[in-house]
């Protein structure tokens, strides 16, 4: 596949980048390996291509980019299709990331439309300007580079874009290279419906080698990556030398915690839509299920038998439940994990066997303590249930902050007091009452506490993080009247 740089083509002849289908091991595709000059290209066109963007009314703005929205969704089953294929994720879920683009574009110009400055009173303080009139706007922040991991790739392009331009900015997406097409197709809606080629443009190539270049040009004036915490580190470092502004979705190891007086076949219902969508591979899938002894028998029975049921395999087929993951690799990563929690003193009480080429049979582990690795810092990205037990709100509490992330977490109880007086103590930048901890919403202040992230995402947040309030100070305007 090509992609659109600096207003022109780059075909895939140059050096490449090959993409596989998971699920076959084929090769689908390829995409252009960039280079250091590439990406220099790309900023320089990009800078023209805000200026020209962000010249365009506001209402001019959003009407592109709902026709953009339009056109995803039109495209919907084509652009799903190839997301399914080159990451391996159920048709299905493939699919609503398209409309969940839709959705955050929709949130953002609303949003957009409604981002006003301030008007200061004058004469509030001892300064001699009592007759200057001062005011504030919204400005775009430049060229924002956006970094995404591959475990939903589309929809939290969509978390990035859609707030990035809306506030008139321009973007350059460096997708992830497993699975970069459907990005490539979703920038092409956006020429297609008529943001300036300079202001959308994507950039391939594996972000060890043109990672750098691209977050330490001086013409980025803001970072915006989901990913795990090591890289978001990395790139921190590199960026601090142009203090460019960073935001930061990270990895993390989300607690499930159930109470003794839990509706317990609710949360099983919602742990596995904690951690079995998407194979597991979600930031914020429950990761530590933290439930208290008088009802965890039943809980781990009542587990195993709802995974008995669930059906795992082809992604293109609809009435799979379970589809497969990235590749091979990534789920012999979280056999090799699951096998270092037994050496650990764990016990396998289900499943963990890898099937087919990336497909794993969901895992329970039992005694879990709160020494062991999955307990703190070993997130596994892949659908594995490790049980920890608990007498006391006080020893859960405890387990739940024994970790260097914070991003979302989940408390059952029937006792709406008790379950909020145990948030509030909570380090998690969510805390879901009688849900599981996979809960996002278009508008919610979404992030991590601790090395979870640095930011928010959400209608709510980010369009004042991609843009900059600039006061216009007018002088002696006010006179003597
Ligand atoms: P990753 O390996 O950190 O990659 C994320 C992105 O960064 C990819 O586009 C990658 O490019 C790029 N990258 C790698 N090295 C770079 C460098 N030196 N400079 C600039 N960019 C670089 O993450 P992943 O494995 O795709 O995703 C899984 C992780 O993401 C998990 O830890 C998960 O918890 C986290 N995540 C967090 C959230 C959240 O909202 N908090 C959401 C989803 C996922 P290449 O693909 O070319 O290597």
């Known amino acids: 596949m090509y992609v659109q740089l600096g207003g022109g083509t780059v075909e895939k002849e140059r050096e490449a980048l090959t ?17 250091k000059a590439d990406i220099d290209r790309a900023v320089e066109t990009a800078a023209e291509g805000q200026r020209e ?8 703005r959003n009407r592109i980019l709902r026709h953009f929205a339009e056109l995803l969704l039109s495209r919907r089953a084509e652009l799903g299709e190839l997301l399914c294929r080159e990451n391996g994720k159920r048709i299905a ?10 959705a955050l574009v929709e949130s953002y110009c609303d949003k957009a439309s409604h981002l006003y400055g301030v008007s200061l009173p004058n004469g509030t303080d001892a300064t001699n300007c009592h007759g200057d009139m001062i005011v504030t706007r919204h400005e775009p922040v430049g060229v924002v580079a956006c970094l995404l991991p591959f475990n939903f790739p589309v929809e939290l392009c969509g978390h990035k874009i859609a707030p990035a331009l809306a506030a008139g900015n321009a973007v350059i997406i460096k997708p992830p290279s497993d699975c970069p097409l459907a990005i490539i197709r979703l920038v092409d809606c956006l020429h297609e419906a008529g ?4 202001a959308a443009q994507v950039v391939t ?5 043109i990672g750098d270049t691209l977050v330490s040009h001086p013409g980025i004036a803001a970072i915006t990556m989901t990913g795990g915490t090591e890289t978001g580190a990395h790139i921190a470092e590199v960026a601090a030398k142009n ?20 509706d317990i076949d609710w949360t099983i219902g919602q742990a596995l839509e904690g951690r079995a969508n998407n194979a597991g591979q979600v930031c914020c899938a429950s990761k ?7 009802v965890a028998g039943a809980f781990t029975d009542k587990l195993i038998l709802a995974l008995k049921g669930l059906k795992i395999g082809d992604p293109m087929d609809r009435s799979m439940d379970i589809g497969g993951m990235i590749s091979e690799k990534a789920r012999d990563e979280v056999v090799r994990q699951i096998r270092r929690t037994v050496e650990q003193g764990a016990k396998l009480v289900y499943g963990g066997e890898p099937q087919g080429k990336n497909f794993l049979i969901p895992a329970v582990l039992t005694n879990v303590t709160g020494a062991m690795d ?9 659908a594995v249930f490790p049980i920890m037990t608990f007498r006391t709100a006080e020893e859960a509490l405890a387990l739940v902050n024994n970790c260097p992330y914070g991003l979302n977490s989940a408390v059952f109880s029937r006792d709406m007091a008790k379950a909020i007086s145990f948030a509030e103590r909570v380090q998690a930048g969510s805390v879901i009452v009688n849900g599981g901890s996979n809960y996002r919403t278009a508008t919610m202040p979404f992030g991590g506490y601790k090395k979870s992230g640095v930011g928010r995402e959400g209608s709510s947040h980010t369009l004042l993080e991609f843009t900059q309030e600039k006061s216009y100070v007018l002088r002696n305007v006010l006179g003597n009247l």
């Open 243 to 262: 203090l460019t502004r960073c935001y930061f979705e990270l990895g993390g190891n989300d607690a499930f915690v159930v109470m003794d007086d839990a």
């Open 53 to 60: 963007w962000a010249a365009k009314p506001q209402t001019e």
């Open 374 to 382: 999955v307990a703190r810092d070993m997130e596994i990205f892949g």
């Open 93 to 102: 879920e493939a699919e609503e990331e398209f409309d969940t683009v839709a």
């Open 195 to 198: 943001v300036p080629a300079g």
């Open 19 to 35: 993409v596989f289908d998971p699920t076959t091991g084929e090769a689908i595709d390829t995409v252009p390996a960039l280079t």
């Open 205 to 209: 190539g594996r972000g060890s080698v």
């Open 288 to 294: 530590r299920f933290i439930v208290h002894e008088s």
